[in-house]
T-cell receptor, first 114, second 115 residues
Framework: DQQVKQNSPSLSVQEGRISILNCDYT??????FLWYKKYPAEGPTFLIS?????DKNEDGRFTVFLNKSAKHLSLHIVPSQPGDSAVYFC?????????????FGKGTRLSVIA | DAGVIQSPRHEVTEMGQEVTLRCKPI?????LFWYRQTMMRGLELLIY????????DSGMPEDRFSAKMPNASFSTLKIQPSEPRDSAVYFC?????????????FGPGTRLTVL
């Protein structure tokens, strides 16, 4: 049973347009959500996060939106750039659960076409 | 400031051979995680340690897999005997804390190919 789901394995977007990556989760105890970005031959790196007390967090071109009632979050990249082409992993955690690490989705491969 | 260090970066071996992957976490971090990335299953958590103690190894696929953390600056993931289905990229990550609000820092990964 997958607690964090990224249903789109891949996404292609034109340079300059908006990229929207989606993530759904099933565990209502998840309280903190993160996005990681992974380039080929490198490990994932932290991109942006959001706590459940907020519904939006913005960092430059990257914005994460959280809809707790729908158990859904999304990452918006505006404007998209060719350097954004990577695999994006959604992750979630229950910070109050003690010995529980991050739970990752399977990832979405974003290709930004120049 | 060195990040998480993994070795080797690439490993090609034959079925039945023993494989040992190594990880040096970021100094001062007290949690260490081993992940496996495959196309089918994405990023799977295999095992994690807190203060050098294994906390949860339920993600370890079989008894052929074992992991140790003899001290705060070194961990190994061993596969014995290796099988072709073990081919994947294996990541080590460390964090200050076990999860929750603590960001995990990943190493560059070891790409394992079992022929």
């Amino acid at each position: 049973d997958q607690q964090v789901k990224q249903n789109s394995p891949s996404l292609s977007v034109q340079e300059g347009r908006i990229s929207i990556l989606n993530c759904d989760y099933t565990n209502s105890m998840f309280d903190y959500f993160l996005w990681y970005k992974k380039y080929p031959a490198e490990g994932p790196t932290f991109l942006i996060s959001i706590s459940s007390i907020k519904d939006k967090n913005e960092d430059g071109r990257f914005t994460v939106f959280l809809n707790k009632s729908a158990k859904h979050l999304s990452l918006h990249i505006v404007p998209s750039q060719p350097g954004d082409s990577a695999v994006y992993f959604c992750a979630a955690s229950d910070p109050w659960a003690g010995n529980t690490p991050l739970v990752f989705g399977k990832g979405t491969r974003l290709s930004v076409i120049a | 400031d060195a990040g998480v260090i993994q070795s080797p970066r690439h490993e090609v071996t034959e079925m039945g051979q023993e494989v040992t992957l190594r990880c040096k976490p970021i100094s001062g971090h007290n949690s260490l995680f081993w992940y496996r990335q495959t196309m089918m299953r994405g990023l799977e958590l295999l095992i994690y340690f807190n203060n050098n103690v294994p906390i949860d190894d339920s993600g370890m696929p079989e008894d052929r897999f074992s992991a140790k953390m003899p001290n705060a600056s070194f961990s190994t993931l061993k596969i014995q005997p290796s099988e072709p289905r073990d081919s994947a990229v294996y990541f080590c990550a460390s964090s200050l804390g076990q999860g929750g609000y603590n960001e995990q820092f990943f190493g560059p990964g070891t790409r394992l190919t079992v022929l």
